[in-house]
């Protein structure tokens, strides 16, 4: 790629989506690479970001485990804020960002074909 981008105007730019993924993994694997680093993180539009997981067990401690329909036990959260749960997923947070680590494959998967390839349970 002959284009160097100028890392202050990559970070003001729009976002395609957010996502949790290792950097290292994809760095390794010549998936991406770093052209540079910003202070400015853009704009405070992040903070309206909403991800969610729906997890297959629930319990208090891990010696309390109950297993449970994941459709039925979905968790939500902004970033840097603790999870709430609001059991099934209703059309208020069908925007949610999946939650998980992606791998770098999934995330390369999602720009190429603008959604993930692979299943989530309850989503």
Known sequence: MEHKPVCDEVVKDEVEF??????????????????????????????????????????????????VDPVENWYVWHINEPSV?????????????????MSYISIVDRLRYGHYTNKFPGY
């Open 18 to 67: 957010y996502a949790h993924t290792v950097l290292r993994a994809g760095i390794v694997n010549n998936a991406w690479y770093k052209v540079g680093k910003s202070k400015d993180l853009g704009g405070d539009e992040y903070m309206d970001v909403l991800f969610g997981i729906a997890q297959a067990c629930m319990g208090d401690s891990p010696t309390n485990i109950k297993w």
């Open 85 to 101: 749960r609001i059991g099934r997923l209703t059309e208020e947070y069908r925007h949610v960002e999946m939650g998980p680590v």
